[in-house]
């Protein structure tokens, strides 16, 4: 049997610190644009995406790691979570291409159609940020978690049914 190194149980503390990095940037980007600072703009929007791409593959490698770990609440918080955790999974796929396109859109300097997708990614990109923490708080440090058997066959069967839907 293999077990995770001890580090792996650290990733989604680190995985909340960079979506809650990721946030922060986002706002302080939105700042700067309104004010005029383009330079200061992309650097923020490009260290957005950088936390965000890095938390992508943290999340990927802890899941295919540890398995899927369910949440240990219980009463009116379990549909409060699910609600928080369904909208934040629905929107955190949906984000990826629209990154992804408002990105490739400033790199090009096709300014005019940047701003028109940028309008749509801004605001959900910063709600899939912020639920990403809240979901953490919820799952890791308000409740306990209920973690899958290490290094058993249910444990990558639960991660691969979770990865692929």
Do not use: D, E
């Not at 918080?77 to 490739?104: D, E, G, K, M, N």
């Amino acid at each position: 049997m293999h077990l995770p190194a001890p580090w792996v149980y650290q990733l989604p503390a680190v995985n909340a610190l960079l979506n809650g990095t990721s946030a922060f940037f986002l706002l302080a980007g939105f700042t700067m644009i309104r004010s005029g600072k383009v330079f200061a703009h992309r650097v923020c929007m490009i260290t957005a995406f950088t936390c965000s791409t890095i938390f992508l593959a943290g999340y990927l490698y802890y899941h295919f790691t540890i398995g899927l770990v369910r949440f240990g609440g219980q009463g009116l918080i379990r549909p409060v979570y699910f609600t928080i955790l369904t909208t934040h999974t629905i929107l955190a796929i949906v984000i990826v291409p629209l990154v992804l396109i408002t990105l490739t859109r400033a790199l090009k300097s096709q300014f005019q159609r940047h701003r028109a997708i940028a309008r749509w990614t801004f605001p959900l990109w910063l709600y899939v940020s912020v639920t990403g923490v809240i979901v953490y708080w919820l799952l890791y440090r308000l409740y306990t978690p209920i973690m899958p058997p290490l290094g058993s066959l249910a444990q990558t069967a639960a991660t691969l049914h979770h990865l692929l839907g």
